[in-house]
């Protein structure tokens, strides 16, 4: 039952009390309407619409903060501003994160050019940029289709957290855990990590696109290393593309982090 309705009835019982146990009735109706209607409109107020008020606030006050944060770190022309804004609004939201440090890969932007970031979100600063790889089956020097299938040799979208490292055939590696479920969280499952490739390094790009993988973020192999150290450990990765449907789906952005 909704709050105000109680309110109502109350003072519907109080005026028909007065009504029967004195003379007064219609004075005291005037009076308790004229109650009613100031009390109304501040329990709807208090119900609802303050918060959204409030919510409205809190998420253009975490815009100003993020746009403070892209100009000090003089991010403008460098990296795409919508992509960096939705990275920041979803580091701000994962609790598990236990390094100050984020990560995005921008596929907006063509593997030719460089299209990752990592970002030391202590010191507001940008600590390494570079080409990335993205899966053979998500498109040809642009990355288009996304996929959280096992065999589909696609890159997924999202937010994920880094963990350990380890040494495989692909050489050192970082492991990557998805966190939203149906977008990415089979990245283990289907053997998503971060890792070095001689296909992902500049050179190869010089042949109208950098070399693809199974659906790893692979990096130049003189880089792979550094970035891993840096990233490595329960920071957060966000992986960028400008597509509608993982917007619709997110389970950790929503609408106002995208005002």
Not at 11 to 34: K, T
Not at 192 to 206: E, L
Not at 215 to 221: N, S
Request: proline fraction near 3%; glycine fraction near 8%.
């Amino acid at each position: 039952m909704h709050p105000n309705y109680r309110i109502f009835r109350f003072m519907s019982y109080l005026m028909n009390c007065f009504q029967r146990r004195s003379g007064w009735g219609c004075a005291a109706r005037r009076i308790l309407f004229s109650a009613l209607l100031l009390v109304l409109p501040c329990a709807y107020v208090g119900t609802g619409v303050l918060r959204s008020e409030v919510s409205v606030t809190d998420a253009k006050a975490e815009k100003n903060e993020i746009v403070r944060l892209y100009r000090s770190m003089q991010l403008e022309g460098v990296v795409n501003w919508k992509a960096f804004r939705q990275a920041v609004a979803g580091y701000n939201k994962i609790a598990g994160k236990k390094r100050e440090v984020l990560t995005l890969i921008d596929f907006s932007k063509p593997s030719t050019e460089e299209r990752l970031y990592v970002f030391d979100m202590k010191h507001r600063r940008m600590l390494y940029s570079s080409v990335v790889s993205h899966g053979k089956n998500s498109g040809e020097n642009y990355a288009r289709s996304f996929s959280n299938k096992v065999g589909s040799y696609k890159s997924s979208l999202g937010f994920y957290l880094t963990s350990s490292t380890y040494q495989g055939k692909n050489g050192y590696s970082l492991l990557l855990d998805g966190l939203e479920k149906g977008i990415n969280d089979r990245a283990r499952e289907r053997a998503i990590v971060v890792h070095g490739a001689s296909y992902a390094n500049p050179s190869v790009a010089k042949g109208g696109r950098l070399g693809r993988s199974f659906g790893c973020p692979a990096l130049p192999t003189a880089l792979a290393r550094p970035v891993i150290d840096a990233i490595k450990g329960g920071s957060v990765m966000y992986i960028y593309a400008e597509n509608p449907d993982y917007l619709a789906n997110s389970s950790i952005l929503h609408p106002s982090d995208l005002l």
